[in-house]
């Protein structure tokens, strides 16, 4: 029986510990949500023409869909926007539809890509979905 009343641990023990304690610091960081506001270009295709859009967005929580000229059937829209997390907004519009949409987003240098995860506003879908180029 040894005489020494230490207890010994195997040498994974420390490195365990703080690989925990590095996970719990990091986990209780919070991140900030991404700005997105600002001036964005964009495209919308009706029967087979490209019309040049404009989406204004705010950092508070305002979307404005501008056409630059004129689409037979559209004009400006406007929508509110809010973070659920870093990857995801809810959008919602009174003009369009009564209803609120979660949409995925991500931002690639200046590239904004939007798209509906779970909205069934079709009108909203068609004029939001796809990629937006920052001015």
Known sequence: ??????IQ??????????????????????KENTSISGTYKGFFNDSGTQYEIELLI???GKMEWIPLRQIPGYSSSTFQYSFIDNLQVTITDNSLCAFSGIWVYSIDNRVLKLMAAKDACAARIALLTGEWTRK
Do not use: G, Q, R, Y
């Open 58 to 60: 705010t950092d508070d």
């Open 9 to 30: 641990f195997p040498i994974k023990f420390p490195a365990l510990f703080l690989f925990t304690v590095c996970l719990l610091l990091l986990s209780s960081c919070k």
């Open 1 to 6: 029986m040894p005489s020494s009343s230490k």
